[in-house]
């Protein structure tokens, strides 16, 4: 069956480092990937979408980078603030079918 | 602009009730997905409507039924509840069919559904 694993262990890091987060996911071959913030208590926010013939793509201080080969895609934000702290929500979408993995929770500590 | 608007915003309910939440996408947006996220998990797909069609179901019981109306609001209906429905139940609207390249989508704050 189709599976997602996002980074087990929470994240924590130092202000103004670099957060590099993990989505692996097997048996799946996903027309494009996007990434999610959730902070507690309220709904998913948009971040990035990357396609299947994308390597790589870049917003502000995010970056995703999405290999089909290894199954897997990186997101990383850098220049890191505290504000940053949140969770961050991998999915997999194709033919109109979301799956999400359970998330990595990000802190950011000044 | 207003957001994707839920209602209730929390509600309690019996075992073996049924439960309607209703959600509001943006306005222009034709495609409504709805979502199950239990704590400390990812959100599960339930529906996917687009055009007042259905265009995508997640593995979920008969129990779980959606409709999406003509000026695109959409309602989600839970019958004969149980306690493991207890969750928050997420609305997401896009302006095209989720599975069209470069579709952003914007979630709503959730509905909080506890079954006691």
């Known amino acids: 069956s189709q599976k997602i694993e996002q980074n087990s262990e929470a994240l924590n890091i130092q202000e103004g480092k670099t957060a590099t987060l993990t989505c692996n996911y097997t048996?799946?071959?996903?027309?494009?990937l996007q990434w999610y913030r959730q902070d507690p208590g309220r709904g998913p926010v948009f971040l990035l979408l990357?396609?299947?013939?994308?390597k790589e793509k870049r917003k502000e201080r995010l970056k995703v980078t999405f290999d089909t080969t290894l199954k897997q895609s990186l997101f990383h934000i850098t220049a890191s603030q505290p504000a940053d702290s949140a969770t961050y929500l991998c999915?997999?979408?194709?033919?109109?079918?979301?799956?999400f993995g359970d998330g990595t929770t990000l802190t950011v500590k000044p | 602009d207003a957001g994707v608007t839920q209602s209730p915003t929390h509600l309690i309910k019996t075992r073996g009730q049924q439960v309607t939440l209703r959600c509001s996408p943006i306005?222009?947006?034709?495609?409504v997905s709805w979502y199950q996220q239990v704590l400390g998990q990812g959100p599960q797909f339930i529906f996917q409507y687009y055009e007042k069609e259905e265009r995508g179901r997640g593995n979920f019981p008969d129990r779980f039924s959606a409709r999406q109306f003509p000026n695109y609001s959409s309602e989600l209906n839970v019958n004969a509840l149980l306690l493991g429905d207890s969750a928050l139940y997420l609305c997401?609207?896009?302006?095209?069919?989720?599975?069209?390249?470069?579709?952003?989508?914007?979630f709503g704050e959730g509905s909080w559904l506890t079954v006691v």
């Open positions: 990357i396609r299947e013939n994308e």
């Open positions: 306005s222009g947006h034709k495609s």
């Open positions: 997401a609207s896009s302006l095209y069919a989720v599975d069209y390249s470069g579709n952003t989508i914007y």
């Open positions: 048996n799946y071959s996903p027309a494009y």
């Open positions: 999915a997999l979408d194709k033919a109109g079918k979301s799956t």
